[in-house]
Each structure stands twice: as structure tokens, then as C-alpha cells.
């Protein structure tokens, strides 16, 4: 079982955390696109020394690099060493000081032999120097962005906290980690949270040519390299020369050509010719040691532990993708990047937490992406230039540039035109051959269709809901807390935005998912960033009480039988069953008690009996099915990384969406229940999201990708995955496991759950974390069984208007953050048969028995 440690009163631990990150924060200082990284930070990386991810509940810096770089926080470049034969490198086997700096990049780079001046030395600080300061960030910069549109004025309402019990779950780190304990500090009043600088505006792509772009596509810093090896060695001084004037033609040659279209290098004569006597160069140079990267999460700045993986890798890196057992942590985890390339990474926790390292060989142009990646969860290393790492690019920065969030309007057509990297980037073919494209904002606005206009949402849904609709908009910022996110109501009979809670007093850390008990007197809520499920009146908002319950809880629903709360410990190992109301808790089901994995079970579902309750284990590939009568427990194998579950109303058969697997997995509960590809029914079964998706060349119809919620309609008649790659909801038949269609969704569509329509059948409400937007689906909008016709009956923007009530006022991000979602009154069966006088009467016989 997890070990639970008891702690203050409710607050006391975040008011001590405010102050420590006060401190932090007043170490590194803020950022711009030239900033200064703090001391021991280091988002450039040269051989041994290390980059740092600070990780933390920052929007858009979950992994915090101490530098802004295209508007991102996430991002660090590192430079692959290339050592002489005759070069010193200073020791690595304690920490790298200071006053090492210097002579280490002199060592690794060449600066050291010979007494040659310049050198490679000269070719890779100035390439360095070129990345952070001319290529990335220098030159004639971009306009500003345009500032978001103002946050309406809102009626603000007061609540009062409760106190509660307070309970810690925190699992020690294993491997490469080491565990730090926050010291207790003085209490501090939070410091509200500013909205964050607009990002630099994507510049015209050139009208012309390429002209002048030696110092764009990095060609002086190769140049410094070919210098520096032969002014170090005097038999490679033949070729350095040759390569000069190689350089030299193939700058000129580039000139003429578009910057939006990828160049097969080895289809210009001079590019053949370079390429060769550039592999012949480095023969001279050989690669050094690898670069270290280190994951700092300090409870400063992230309250609740973190558990970073890779996402992408070169093919070849090795412990890629840097899994331990342990699971999320507090402290420190270091690994090694080996091979030059694109190197991603995620929270497993919170995978839409992002980070990645560009490590760049000098003597290459632009900068490496690598020959061949690896995507975790897929077997097959795919080439760079391959459709899927052009997607996660893009979707990287959509994520981690706050500025390219979409932000729609009630009243007229926005321009969206996300901001991503105006820099050379070098990636490889099918065939191995190097491919450059000479600006990536330029290609990705050709190939992603940008700008595109997100259109006025002023049609709403022709026929009203039932009753209300909450979501947590998780991304809002307030002036009266530190941390992030709310959960906002909507009206679903006159589709208004009727309240936000922002809960200041406190300080809710971005609220994940909620549910209500049998009297819709709550509202429950948890703090995914932090380790409380918070209790709220949900007539008016106010905050009743706090219970700490274990490290990022995430989901919540209650048992349809007794109305007890279950709750899904994401970062560690159980499942808690509190009393109704969130009073207290009144067991601990460890979901993985015999593999020694932390298992980080997420979006739990609970059968319509209250009986039992699959949660998927993240860490272990599996669906875990809990009996809740004994409290024992059996494992299911499924997909890579799952992470949300669901179930059909009579609990024959539950679904995970496999995040990283890039499926959905059918598991049966009782007989053999799940329909198979080829008609046939099995105890479990698999969805393929790709089968008309090609990974390098891009899809050919309806498609998924790094799918999250999947709801299953009260009825059983269809169910909807949400995809947040693709940006799709698949509509899918439960009856035969078939994807039926495809429907649009926003930026980082993530959520969804069923509520009643007004005389029958139902809406899912969608939820995007990247927009500020919500989608209204019917699945069946002729009630005729037939799911072909399902269709987005209208759209929401969810920010509010000076109508809508609040108990803080809202500054930034409005509407934007969209996860989970809770409809009430509760219409899935088991709940709905429970729905309250008051609220039954709006729901017609079949909505209050949904199969019979």
C-alpha cells in the first residue's frame, strides 16, 4: 500500500510552497527570447554540460528550460562535442563548475590543440551563439503578437474553506532520482499570476529567394566548424578548404530556391559534393560525450510530483524512454542524450506537459532532427521528415507557446496563425537522405494549412439541453491565486456561461475532473496538480471543504450504490473510496500491489451496480478491474500507456483509450463481449486509430492519435473518442467496435461525457485544453438509431460575459484549458434511475432508464 504521512491543515503546505517558489522565482528572474539562464540552469548543452528542465504548474513552462526560445519555455538546444585526437576533456564525474565552462567547451571543441586560435571552439559557441541569439532570436525580429481580447467583467461571490484532514502519498524515485523534502517556511500571501508576454507574430515567409540566408540556415557556424578542424589539424586542411568553397556555392544556390519547401540536398550536385567531404571532416572530429539532461521538480514550483519520460528519440539513444519503476517524484533525475537529433519528452502524469532538446551537430546544416526516431509506443523507427514527427512538432508548439492557444469569438471571424520556429531544421528520408527545410514556420504554414480562421461561434444548438454542463477550464488565470484553472458552468437550456469557480481561498491548482453525489448538493473536484479533491455547494460555488487524498488525483465519480466518491490517485498507487460528501477516507485499494511499478492509474470508470471500477495503469500497460465489493483486484493487458476508461451502460465491456498506442482497447468484464475486426467476439479486442493513418506520409481517412476521454452514450448506441492529435473526435459503434466517422474538435481536444437533450436522446459535451472553445455533439440527431449522422450541433465559447458569476476576477486565458466535463443531471445508467425530484421531471422515460 502506499504510505500516507499526515500533514497540516488545509492550505498551510501551498502558502509554505508560495514562499519557496518566491524565491525561486526571484533567483531565476523572468525570461525573454535573449534572457540569461539562472545559475546551474542551462538550456544550451555542450558535451558534459548539463541542461535543466525545472519542472513546474507554469503554463506553457511545465518544463521550464530558463530561456524562451520561439515563444516556448520548453525547449533547450544542445551542441554534439566533436573531439580532436589530441584534446583534453575535463573531468565529468563531479559537477561542472563554473569556471570549467570555458575550458570545457575549448576541450570538447577543438580551442585546445594545437594552440590553434579559433578553432572548432569558435564554430560552436558561435553557433551556440547563433541559435539563441541571431538564428532563433536575433535578426530582424517579427511583430508582436496582438494581445488577447479583454476578460469580461464579472459578479464575483465569497466562499470559506473548511478545514480537513490532510494526507501525503508520495513515492520515492528510483534509478538515476534522488528525493528532496520541502523545508517549512513562513507563510506568504500568493502573488496573482500575470499574464504571460505575447509571443513574436509568425513573420512573412520571403517573397522571393532565400537571399542572404547564410547566417539562417547556420552555414557560418558550419563554416567556424570546417575552420576549426583544419586549423587543428593539418591533413584535414585540404578538405576544411574544400568544404569552404562547397559552403560557399551552396549558398548561392539556396538563394534562388522557396523557404517553404523541404531541399533534397543530395538532389544539388553541390550538395552531394559537400555532404561528402563533410563526413570525410568528421572523421577528424570524432563525437564526445553525451549530453546530460536533468528533470528538477522541486515543490516550489510544482505541488504536485512529476514523472518525466521520452516521447521522442534518435534511434540508437540509449534507456530511451527513460521509464523507471518508481514513478513520479520530488527531487532530481538525470539522463544521457547519446546521438545527435530531436529528443521529446512528457510528464506521464500529465502528458500534455512538454519539453524537448535539439542536440545539433556542427558539422551539418541547420539544425538535427536525426536520421531515424523512435516514438515511443510505436515498435518501428520512422524517418525525420516522417508525418508523424511533423505533427508532434507542431502540436509541441501549439502546446507550449501560450500565444498560439486558439481564442475564439462569439462575434467574428479570427486569424489563427500559430508561431513556430523560423529556423533551418535537417531532417532525413525514407531513403537516409538529408532533406533540409530552410524555415519551419514557412513549411509548417503550408503543410497545416496556416493561418486558418477559426469562425465566430454564434450557432448554438437548435434544441436546448437539459439542466448543466461543468468543465474545467484549467488553463484560466485569476488575480487572487498563484495557480491555475477553474471549473465553469453552462447553462445547457439558454447555452450561457453562468458561474466559474476559481476557489482563491484555496489557491485550487488546476482542477482536473468533477462529479456530484445523489442530491447534486456537491460539486467534487480534483486538483490534479496538487493532492486534494475539493468540495464545493454547487448552487453556489463555495467552498465546503478539502480532503487530501494522495499525489495528482485526477478523476472522480461516485458509486451509484452507496454514493461513496472514488477517486483515481494518478501519480500513485490507488484507489480511494471516500464517504459521501468527501467527509473522510474510508479505504485504499492498491491497483498494482505485486509488480513493484507505480502503476499512475488515471481516468478510473465505475459500473452502473457501483461493483466495480476499471482504471487504466499507465505505467503498466494494463486495465485494472476492482472488485469494490472485496477491494481485490485483476489486470488486463491492453495498449501502450492508457489512460481513460469507460464503460457500455450494462458493464459487459469496458473501453481504455491507449494514449501512446495510438488505439482503444475492448476489455470484457464477464463473457466474452467485444467485437473483433473481423466479426467475431472475444474477451478483448483492439480499435486501430491508424488504420488509415501511414505514419510517413500522412492519413487517408478518419483517423485518431494520442486519443484521451471516450464516453459511451447513456444508450450504448455510439461512443466518442477524443484525439488530441488529430484534433477529431472519432464517433465509433460499441456494437461492432468500427470507427464510424470522423468530427472536428479544437486544439488539444481531450474530454467529453453525455447529458440529456431536451425530449430525448442526448449531447457530448467536448472539451479542448488548447482552446477556449467547447464542442456540442448528437450522436443521433433523428433519434433513429443510425449514428452516420452524427454531427456538432453547435459550439461554446466558454470565457463568460459580466453576467457570469465568479468569486475572483479573471485576467487571462479565458475559457481556455477544456478537460474533464461532468453534465448533470447524471443520465448514465445506474445514476439516472437516482435523479433527484426537481430534476426528473425534465427527462423523459427513456433518459431515466436508458436500456431498459
Known sequence: MSEIAPRGPAGSGKRRRRLAAATVMAAVGATTMTATPAAAQQPIGVGPLPITFNMTDENGSWFDSGLNLFG????????LPRLGTDIAVPSIGGPVLESDIGGLVDGVTGGAAGGATGGLTEGLTEGVGGITGGLLGGGEEPAAAPAPAPTPTSTSTTEEPEEAAEVEDTPAPTSTSTTDEPEEAAEAEATPTPAPAPAPAPAPAPSGGLL????????????????????????????????ESLIGELNGVLAGLPADAPVDLLSLPVGVDLQGVLDSLAEFAVVGPPVSVTFNVDPARSEGIRNPIGLIAPEGAKEFPYMDAGGAFFGEKTIQLTEPGLYAFTDSVAPYMLGAVVVDDPLTLGLDFGKTLLVNGKDTPVPSNADIIQRLVNAFFTITNPNNWQVFSETEDVAWNPFQPPAPILQYDEAGKPVLIPNLDAYYDQKFDYPRTLPALNKKPDVPGVGEVWIATQMEDFAGKEKHGAITKINAENWTIDRKIAAPGIDMNNPHNMWTDKEYKYLYANEWFDNETDVFDRETGATVRQIEVGPNPAHVMTRPDTDQLVVGINAGTDIVELAPGGTEITRRINVDPESGITPHPHAHWTSHDGKTVVAPNTMTNEAVIVDMESGTVKHDSVGYFPIATSMTPDSKKAYLSDFLGMSISCVSLAEDACATPDGAVAHSSTIDLWQNYNPLTGPTG???????????????????????????VSVIDPKTNKVVKDLPCN???????FGAKKGGGYYAYISNKFSN???IIDVDPNNDGDISDAAVAGQLVLGGTADTATDDELVAHAGVGGQGVVAIPLVYNGWSQEVPAGWREKLTPAQLNPIG
Not at 747 to 753: I, K, L, Q, T, Y
Request: glycine share 16%.
Open 72 to 79: 516556448s519555455s520548453s525547449l533547450a538546444v544542445a551542441v
Open 212 to 243: 542572404g540566408l547564410d547566417d539562417v540556415l547556420g552555414l557560418d557556424q558550419t563554416l567556424s566548424a570546417v575552420k576549426g578542424i583544419g586549423a587543428s589539424n593539418a591533413e584535414a586542411g585540404g578538405l576544411a578548404l574544400e568544404a
Open 702 to 728: 478518419p483517423w485518431g492519435g494520442l486519443t484521451i476521454q471516450l464516453p459511451v452514450s447513456p444508450d450504448g448506441k455510439a461512443m466518442l473518442a477524443a484525439n488530441t492529435l488529430s484534433q477529431t
Open 747 to 753: 486544439a488539444g481536444c481531450h474530454g467529453g461525457n
Open 773 to 775: 472553445a467547447s464542442q
